[in-house]
């Protein structure tokens, strides 16, 4: 069985993701620069790396942003562990439903939340 790689990923985004995406690149939220699908190194076990592939990161920052479709509310188990060990190693998390991603309110609370961030970078 093949393991999925990020292009792989970025090749399969949802409806909301391709949504978002056109929000986020292009520095288009207070310049700040978003790849998508991306692979964030977890471990290293005996040479072994091990990867989560996030929907969208900004590396000045240390900044995911996760679109939770369907598939999520089957392994709530998995993504809080994901989140605590993504966060223990110092990203911060925002989560989004894929149906809050055309809400105007989520969005304006993702700005500030990123808006929050960058002034607490400056500090």
Known sequence: MKTLDARDVRKNQTSAEMLLWQMLRKRQIHGIKF????KIEHSNINGKKNY???DFYCH???FIIEVDGKIHSFQPDYDRDRQTILEAVGYKIFRIKNEEVEQESII???KNHILKLIQSKLK
């Open 35 to 38: 790849l998508r699908q991306f």
């Open 52 to 54: 989560f592939i996030v």
């Open 60 to 62: 000045d920052l240390k």
């Open 108 to 110: 304006t609370e993702l």
